[in-house]
Antibody
């Protein structure tokens, strides 16, 4: 079935880096744009970044621009999010989601990133 | 990239209808018909229930409907059921970004 599975989260100190992965299965990954979205505990959704199906275009939320990098490897059906210079406010559950029309129709369960000294 | 504005909570009794509003700006909701709505139950991933203002993905109940007027989009749920109790988020897509609303908690009394 269509599935997205995130990994790579953990507890990290401020200023450190982390790379999140999102493994896709059950659909033609290379045909879809992909998003990263984060959600803080008990709070709402925040869009983080989007990448086109072929990786040709990437866009970021102002809050992460310059620190986060979205990328993909279509040969591995995997989406990535490189997070540098982590801040306490980056603490969240990070989910990947498939771009469908102008929305997100398939979501992963997320991987938790906790930034703490 | 300012967040869209939703009411923090709404409630209704089983069988009733409710509406959740989502207010944006001329730069997002007002400029394109790219509004989507998501339902999220506790501990679960969000589920797409409306896209492009008023389209339902396959498998989504016809009790859910969406509309837009100017800078405000709305999600209507008819015939409320206990399983509709969840958080609902609106979202608007523009050329190079996506913005979400703060979320609305729906309580079925």
């Amino acid at each position: 079935q269509v599935q997205l599975v995130e990994s790579g989260g953990g507890v990290v100190q401020p200023g450190r880096s982390l790379r999140l992965s999102c493994a896709a299965s059950g659909f033609s990954f290379s045909s879809y744009g992909m998003h990263w979205v984060r959600q803080t505990p008990g709070k709402g959704l925040e869009w983080v970044a989007v990448i086109w199906s072929d990786g040709s275009n990437k866009y970021y939320a102002d809050s992460v621009k310059g620190r986060f990098t979205i990328s993909r490897d279509n040969s591995k059906n995997t989406l990535y999010l490189q997070i540098n210079s982590l801040r306490p406010e980056d603490t969240a559950v990070y989910c990947c989601a498939r771009l469908y029309y102008n929305a997100m129709d398939v979501w992963g369960q997320g991987t938790t990133v906790t930034v703490s000294s | 990239q300012s967040a869209l504005t939703q009411p923090a909570s709404v409630s209704g009794s089983p069988g009733q209808s409710i509406t959740i509003s989502c207010t944006g700006a001329n730069s997002d909701i007002g400029v394109r018909n790219y509004v989507s709505w998501y339902q999220q139950h506790p501990g679960k991933a969000p589920k797409l229930i409306i896209y492009d203002v008023s389209y339902r993905p396959s498998g989504v109940s016809t009790r859910f409907s969406g509309s837009k007027s100017g800078n405000t989009a709305s999600l209507a749920i008819s015939g409320l059921q206990a399983e509709d109790e969840a958080d609902y988020y609106c979202s608007s897509y523009t050329d190079s970004s996506t913005v979400f609303g703060g979320g609305t908690k729906l309580t079925v009394l």
